[in-house]
Structures are given as structure tokens and as C-alpha cells.
């Protein structure tokens, strides 16, 4: 009995594990530079951050990260909303941010070359730019908050 037991916890454990991965949203797109301007607009404001600066905060959350640009300066928060940079920053629950898929970011790092990644407000959208390649189509949370 006692290895059936244990097989079925197994099984149980792992459709879990495996149902939880294929219904995660992937959020954010990357694009060359050149057709991040043409599709979403030019940039109205960017603000700079060092590559390893911001693959440290990506160390700090599990599957999303979300930015926004307040007063010439960018916040950062983790999957549950708290902030991640810069530290002793307070943000509302009704504060709208831009959420991006950790695996996306990753891929954005992993394309561009450079030692700044650019968080760039354009007139609908924030983005990320590194080196030649620009990351959009991330989600406003809320509403969507993963």
C-alpha cells in the first residue's frame, strides 16, 4: 500500500508541476530597435540602468518583473508587487506598472551587447532596450498581475 501511496503523491505532485507550467503567460516581445520605433512610437523618456543592476533584480523574482518610470526614475517590482529597486521606495496598489516575463528579459540580456539596458517610456508603452534590441508588449498590472 505504502507504494501506491507514494506513486500517487508522485503523479499528483507532478500534474501540478506540469499544469502550473503550461498555463503560465509569457509577457513581453523582442524587437530590433529600428522596429520598436516604427510600431510603438518614439521615446519620450529613458532612463539608464547597468546591465548588472538589473540581472541582479531579475535574481530577486521568480517569473515576472515589473517596471514603471516615476519622476525621471525607474521603480522595479517583483512578481508580488514589492519593490526591488531602488530600496525604501513605496509604491500604491493602484499604481499601474509593466510587467515583463523573466524569461523574456533573459532573452533581451542574452541578444543586446552593452553594459546599459534603457527603460524607455514611449506614448502607449514602456520598454526595455539593449544594445540593438527593444523588449515590448508587456502587461499593465493591474488589472493583469499574474
Known amino acids: 500500500m505504502s507504494k501506491n501511496y507514494s506513486f500517487i503523491v508522485s503523479l499528483f505532485f ?12 509569457t509577457y513581453g516581445e523582442i524587437f530590433s530597435k529600428s522596429e520598436a520605433d516604427q ?7 529613458s532612463v539608464t540602468m547597468s546591465k ?8 530577486q523574482t521568480t517569473d515576472y518583473i515589473m517596471f514603471k518610470i516615476v519622476n525621471s526614475k525607474v521603480i522595479v517590482l517583483d512578481e508580488e508587487r514589492s519593490v526591488i529597486y ?18 523574456v528579459v533573459n532573452s533581451l540580456l542574452s541578444q543586446g551587447t552593452g553594459t546599459n539596458v534603457y527603460v524607455e517610456q514611449r506614448s502607449e508603452v514602456l520598454s526595455l532596450t539593449y544594445g540593438n534590441y527593444t523588449m515590448e508588449i508587456g502587461a499593465s498590472c493591474p488589472p493583469i498581475c499574474d
Open 14 to 25: 507532478t500534474l501540478l508541476f506540469s499544469y502550473s507550467i503550461s498555463y503560465s503567460q
Open 39 to 45: 510600431e510603438f512610437g518614439s521615446v519620450l523618456e
Open 52 to 59: 548588472t543592476t538589473l540581472q541582479g533584480l531579475l535574481n
Open 86 to 103: 531602488p530600496s525604501g521606495t513605496s509604491v500604491d496598489s493602484e499604481d499601474v506598472f509593466s510587467m515583463f516575463s523573466l524569461s
